[in-house]
């Protein structure tokens, strides 16, 4: 690598990955000679591999210890890799929590600044190089009870995946303000409903779901459970629509005479992960949900995105959540290697969202690993 030369940083899809790390320990003398010839071809042309958390999760999740083994061993034996900076100023390589935190301070600093010139600003401070050996390090010094962690995250991503796209409440096209003027229902048809809920959701999870999720019914009665002991703590209130609106951070102001329960609902989660955000950037509450909306923040807008334009598949795996994450990427590397969907998604999301391709650079797809070599010696286009 020409150190005198600006790098250009390339953050590849963790399957890529996988594919590079197997060949790269494989007894096959030409699967070995495809994984050397691909590394040395890509430090031949100045390309420096980008990876964050996201990356680690995935290639550290498989079931197969021996894969796990032989993709540590490819990570450890990169001699100069980038990585997304921690948020919180240790050793560990950043996530998607690190960046948004990171443009969060930046927006709260400048409020002034739009999305694209928070993406400039904090750019230049994003990343960090060092070797591979120092990023896995950490993770092996507590690999027992991270390998444990990783498992369960893998379970819960495949809930969250699936809920979130299931339609099961069927209310998110209903007015906000009709719901506060309306009449409250009494707990028996409340509970009804609720059964209405489970039994849609629980076919939803059974026939789209991540196929590695085993109990649909189970799945769906905890969360609904979790729905009714909230939603009947609201009743001893004078107004539960309102009490629902401030347990999830939501102030009257927020809404209007069109805003509706579908509204509501991504800014409710959008002011949780906000609300996740501040524990490492402590920024005064009020005066943040006040400065720093969705639409300043890049990776939030580019997460949206992909999720709002990313093609409905046959089944909602829970990986989507980490292509989500793993997307972000977009606006800090280079390029940026994603699956054929997400690829689909930031087509149709530089056509529909204003601004949006001043904050993703070079976004391609590869089937394997062989074809990023010919891609990335191309012009791009």
Not at 144 to 170: C, H, M, N, Y
Request: hydrophobic share 40%; net charge neutral.
């Amino acid at each position: 690598m020409n150190l005198l030369i600006k790098p250009r940083f390339v953050a590849l899809d963790s399957s890529h990955l996988g594919d590079i790390a197997r060949d790269h320990a494989s007894i096959d003398s030409d699967r070995r000679r495809a994984a050397r010839d691909f590394q040395r071809a890509f430090d031949a042309g100045n390309n420096v591999l980008l990876l964050c958390w996201h990356h680690i999760q995935e290639l550290l999740s498989h079931q197969d210890e021996r894969v796990i083994v032989e993709r540590i061993a490819y990570l450890k034996s990169l001699p100069f890799v980038a990585s997304i900076r921690s948020a919180r100023e240790d050793d560990i390589i950043g996530g998607i929590i690190d960046v948004l935190s990171i443009e969060v301070r930046a927006a709260f600093s400048t409020p002034a600044m739009d999305a694209a010139e928070i993406r400039r600003a904090v750019a230049p401070g994003l990343l960090r190089v060092g070797r591979g050996v120092e990023i896995i390090r950490a993770f092996l010094e507590v690999w027992p009870l991270l390998k444990s962690e990783l498992t369960q995250r893998q379970e819960r991503d495949r809930e969250i995946v699936a809920i979130s796209r299931s339609g099961f409440a069927e209310v998110s096209h209903l007015k906000v303000v009709d719901l506060l003027r309306g009449k409250l229902r009494p707990p028996e048809e409340i509970l009804q409903r609720l059964g209405g809920m489970h039994d849609a959701l629980s076919q939803d999870i059974k026939t789209r779901g991540d196929r590695r999720l085993s109990n649909a019914e189970g799945v769906s009665a905890t969360f609904l459970e979790a729905v009714r002991r909230f939603g009947m703590d609201t009743l001893s209130h004078k107004n539960p629509g309102l009490q629902i609106l401030e347990a999830n951070g939501i102030d009257v102001s927020d809404i209007d005479e069109n805003t509706t329960v579908g509204d509501v609902g991504t800014l409710a989660v959008f002011r949780a992960k906000l609300r996740v955000i501040n524990q490492i950037t402590r920024l005064p509450w009020g005066e943040l949900k006040a400065t720093v909306p969705a639409r300043r923040l890049p990776s939030q807008i580019i997460q949206s995105s992909v999720d709002r334009f990313r093609p409905d598949g046959k089944e909602w795996k829970g990986s989507d959540l980490n292509d989500t994450h793993l997307s972000c990427l977009a606006a800090y590397a280079d390029v940026t290697y994603v699956d054929k969907r997400t690829h689909e998604a930031f087509r149709m999301a530089r056509d529909k969202i204003p601004g949006f391709t001043a904050l993703v650079h070079r976004v391609e797809k590869a089937g394997h690993y062989s074809k990023i070599r010919e891609q990335l010696i191309e012009p791009e286009i």
